[in-house]
């Protein structure tokens, strides 16, 4: 029996009212089955649920909060199950989980996980250590998640770390820049680890080559500096090692009008 493929996009959108003329070009022009979004930046009920709909997204999980980070998946494909998961109580929105009803089963979390702010200094940052303390209640969620041979899970997002050398524009210049400090680094080590995640977009590009998904607001041309940071990622499971057919980082979105300083990542799955 051929496999179905199922693509799957992942943008940090920053703010999904002021964007959702790009969101519904990507999904006209990428035609993803499924896309996670990160910072919406609204509440459940200011989510552009008609704009999606009208595309032929009608199936939406969100998880929102007033003016500040918020996550949702919107689907071409029904839902069996959604569920969200708070870190850290402090009443932030940054995951939602959806079962997707396919065949065999498939899991996706989408992650917006805390930035860090400045200083990567866990005792005058508390915004850091936030971080820190998110990355383990993950690392130890996934740990109580059974290890089963079977288990079909895909977890996206913007997880504001560049765990590779050349997932930066400067190894050297970053190693004490939060997203790229060898403790977040080896902190993500420990959350992969967690459920034996696979880097799905460094299965395509190699370690080697520099790869980006993120572009500061602060630089004149972003595209000519070209000081980025891979911050989003794209994981499966054990079970889906196979899976995985193509990925995209969607460069270009970085120069689109009014654009956010993160781009979708795409990646096809044959399930």
Known sequence: ???RIVKIATWNINSVRLRIELAKQLLTNETPDVLCLQEIKCVDDAFPLKDFQKAGYEHIAINGQKGYHGVAIVSRIPFLKTSKKEFCAKGDARHISVDLDIPGGLTVHNFYV?????????????????????????TDWYKGHKKKADARMVLVGDLNIAPLEHDVWSHKALL???SHTPLEVEMMNKLIASHDWIDVMRTFVDPAEKLYSWWSYRAKDWNAADKGRRLDHVWV???????????KVLREARGWERASDHVPVIVALAL
């Not at 805390?114 to 993950?138: C, Q, R, S, W, Y």
């Not at 889906?240 to 057919?245: E, H, M, R």
């Open 1 to 3: 029996m051929p496999k």
């Open 237 to 247: 499971t054990p079970a889906l090692a196979d899976a995985p057919k193509s990925m």
């Open 176 to 178: 004490k820049i939060v």
């Open 114 to 138: 805390p930035a860090g702010g400045d200083e990567p200094d866990p005792v005058i940052n508390e915004k850091f250590a936030h971080k820190l303390a998110f990355l383990t209640e993950m």
